[in-house]
């Protein structure tokens, strides 16, 4: 059965993508003054009533104020509040704190006139995941299905746990070091972010059990989010190349930078920009409506044509810092204009590059964490403030002055609130470099020929092997080195050019060959695509796999094929496939496992005489590593992960794939910095009696389940690697 990890680092949230929101052409976009309704300050007032939940009953509510854009609210002895905030085309923050100003509790929603809303632990767990710069850029009107997304989330109950037991202490949430915190809001992130479908054999799993920390592929994620692969230069690129009769038509996607294109023709060059993306944030993902802005180039006679599009210019780069900017300032849901908001933007860019705040360094930067510049944002926006920078700008857009204080009161709150995040690495850290479009091609370099009518591709490729051929492997499974090859674009001079990660590689095989875990895969910027290959199950003899190079445009194969080929060697009854998410720097994830008659394989000890085996220790990541047992005996098998070192330290997430018997077990979880976590037990035979799938019940199954028993894994004294 095919698997495939979508990770909707490859959509959803390319979707969601930070509230760039706020994007248009930056070229046209310097004045704002005087341009009508786009300019205003949407002063839209509405009052709500708002009623607190869970906190402690000895809890002096005098003591509390609730913290909003329009100001300081008490609370009655009812436990509720009247407020007044705005309507606006994002939602709102409300924050809850007490004579400390500590921050307790929290409620973020599109609020209307009149309506009940209440601030608890539920709504301040949906918050903070959704206040998220990778997040927040959600619309109002779309916030709902946002919601639904994080609460359906297998792991949105534990972290409701973990901030109630906060609450019930009086303790604030904003805690990067809260481990307990960290790793359930990590596992919601990757939950919500990245979806992963794998089948079993009955298309259903047990039951793991009441207190089962990780979620299985039973969880699936609303049909509209899954499998899109197109954005931001994940499979094809920052933008959509496609012809019309003499024409090339471009469309962007909500997070295209700003290009500065050439056309090269008949001795002679013409300017063909690519604007940056329009204003869509996640709506245009929710919506079906893909693309945001169309750009042509008609063809006049016939000949040659060479596209170059480039996004390492300064125009460019103060378009990405300038909308790095605005996640900040419309995750406030900051009732102002588009164009208000730009304004912003631009003022607290020149002010942080006169201070030696250097954003755009940052984000020119390729090896940049999307923290690095997050953290710098933040700490110019908080000097904005202190410098009374923020106010100026506000009075001058028409706000009170006191609103204009209560904004510099809440965005200080949601900076810290932003050190929480910087804990949680993985998946989530992966969006943010896309939503801040750091991701996308530097270059982007392609030809074609216009003879008769028709338009055919003029670019060459060659394609090489740089790893994973002659492997050998189990039968059935995944390869451990991934399928990796090197692509060089050809001019029609037959010498190299200016290298771009704007190809497409198409990895191909036969029946009975295996499959690979992306058909379609985009270079890097170094010009390399890889993926995975799971060996066919039922061919013992050596098995084959084609890859070829793909014209971006017309689709036409542009380079010779090349073949992998692998063995494979022996099968496995049980095995248990580790794999975690790429971080921005090394990060060494193990597995152990505790077989039925107490051996304990691990790195350390990485064979045993009844038949387990740990392939290889991945010191960097992101795996996989994989334990099997070539005889597996009936008992208990033991699964556990523990984080044993990386660079940021920070909380990663995981997936651990657990194959017996014809079925497949896919558990998802988090693990923080120098801790372990139990996964679960797989159980081979024994007596016990469990419903299967439709209805019946059997003997002697298979069962993956979280075991109370389990024998507790001893990290302290662990060998050093």
Request: hydrophobic share 35%.
């Amino acid at each position: 059965m095919k698997r495939k990890y979508f990770f909707i680092i490859t959509a959803i949230i390319v979707a969601m993508g930070t509230l760039i929101s706020c994007h248009e052409n930056i070229i046209d976009e310097t004045q704002y003054e005087g341009q009508g309704e786009d300019t205003g300050f949407k002063d839209i007032q509405i009052t709500n009533k708002i009623e607190i939940k869970d906190l402690p009953n000895n809890y002096e509510l005098s003591e509390l104020k609730i913290l909003s854009l329009s100001g300081e609210e008490t609370i009655d002895i009812n436990g509720t509040s009247k407020i007044i905030t705005y309507e606006g085309q994002f939602p709102q923050i409300l924050m809850l704190t007490n004579s400390n100003d500590d921050l307790l509790l929290m409620a973020r929603g599109d609020f209307h006139e009149g309506e009940t809303n209440e601030m608890s632990v539920r709504s301040t767990a949906i918050a903070l995941v959704t206040m998220h710069p990778a997040l927040s850029g959600v619309k109002s009107h779309m916030y709902y299905k946002l919601e639904q997304l994080v609460t359906e989330s297998p792991a949105f109950h534990e972290l409701e746990e973990v901030i109630a037991e906060l609450v019930e202490k009086g303790q604030t949430f904003v805690n990067p070091d809260n481990v307990a915190l960290t790793t359930a809001l990590n596992k919601v992130f990757e939950q919500v972010v990245a979806t992963t479908e794998e089948d079993t054999s009955d298309g259903e799993l047990p039951n793991l059990g009441n207190r089962a920390i990780s979620y299985t592929s039973s969880y699936t994620r609303a049909p509209e989010l899954k499998g899109v692969t197109t954005i931001a230069g994940i499979n094809v690129g920052p933008f959509h190349v496609t012809t019309s009769g003499s024409k090339v038509v471009i469309e962007n996607y909500s997070l295209t930078p700003l290009y500065s294109g050439v056309v090269t023709h008949h001795n002679k060059t013409e300017n063909f920009d690519i604007p940056s993306g329009g204003d869509r944030g996640v709506t245009f993902f929710f919506d079906n409506s893909w693309g945001s802005e169309k750009v042509e180039y008609p063809f006049v006679q016939e000949g040659e044509y060479q596209f170059f599009f480039d996004k390492t210019t300064a125009e460019s780069y103060y378009d990405q810092a300038r909308h790095t900017i605005c996640n900040v300032l419309e995750g406030l849901g900051l009732p102002l204009s588009k164009g208000w908001i730009l304004e912003m933007s631009d003022d607290m860019l020149k002010f942080m590059t006169a201070r030696g705040f250097d954003v755009i360094g940052l984000i020119s930067n390729p090896n940049t964490d999307a923290w690095d510049i997050t953290r710098t944002v933040c700490g110019g926006v908080v000097d904005y403030i202190k410098e009374g920078q923020l106010e100026k700008m506000l009075l001058k857009i028409g706000t009170t002055q006191f609103a204009a204080q209560m904004t510099q009161t809440i965005l200080k709150k949601v900076v810290a609130v932003y050190t929480v995040y910087q804990a949680c690495r993985g998946a989530i850290n992966a969006v943010m470099r896309i939503t801040m479009r750091l991701e996308s091609p530097d270059n982007v370099v392609f030809g074609l020929y216009y003879y008769q009518g028709e338009i055919t591709t003029a670019t060459k490729a060659s394609i090489a092997k740089h790893s994973g051929d002659n492997q050998e492997g189990l039968i059935g499974h995944r390869l451990n080195e991934p399928i990796c090859v090197k692509v060089t674009t050809i001019g029609s001079d037959g010498s190299e050019v200016t290298a771009s990660n704007f190809h497409r590689v198409k990895f191909e095989t036969d029946v009975h060959n295996g499959i690979t875990l992306d058909d379609v895969v985009a270079t890097d910027p170094d010009g390399y695509a890889q993926t995975f290959w799971t060996l066919d199950s039922d061919n013992n003899e050596t098995q084959y796999l084609k890859a070829v190079v793909i014209d971006i445009v017309t689709g036409e194969v542009i380079s010779d094929e090349i073949i992998f080929s692998a063995t494979p060697t022996q099968t496995a009854d049980v095995t248990f496939t580790l794999d975690w998410n790429p971080t921005d720097s090394n990060c060494d994830i193990d597995l152990h496992v505790i077989d039925p008659e107490g051996h304990h394989i691990y790195y350390s000890d990485m064979y045993c005489g009844c038949g387990g085996y740990l392939d290889r220790d991945d010191l960097h990541g992101p795996g996989p590593e994989h334990i099997y047992y070539t005889q597996a005996k009936p008992g208990k098998y033991h699964v556990y992960v523990h984080h044993f070192e990386s660079d940021t330290r920070g909380t990663v997430g995981f997936t651990v794939t657990t194959e017996y018997d014809e079925r497949r077990f896919v558990n998802r979880s988090s693990v923080s910095y120098h801790d372990k976590v139990y996964v679960g037990t797989l159980e081979v035979g024994g007596n016990s009696i469990v419903p299967a799938s439709r209805g019946t019940k059997q003997s002697n199954p298979t069962r993956f389940y979280y075991d109370e028993n389990a024998p507790v894994l001893s990290i302290d004294n662990l060998p050093k690697k």
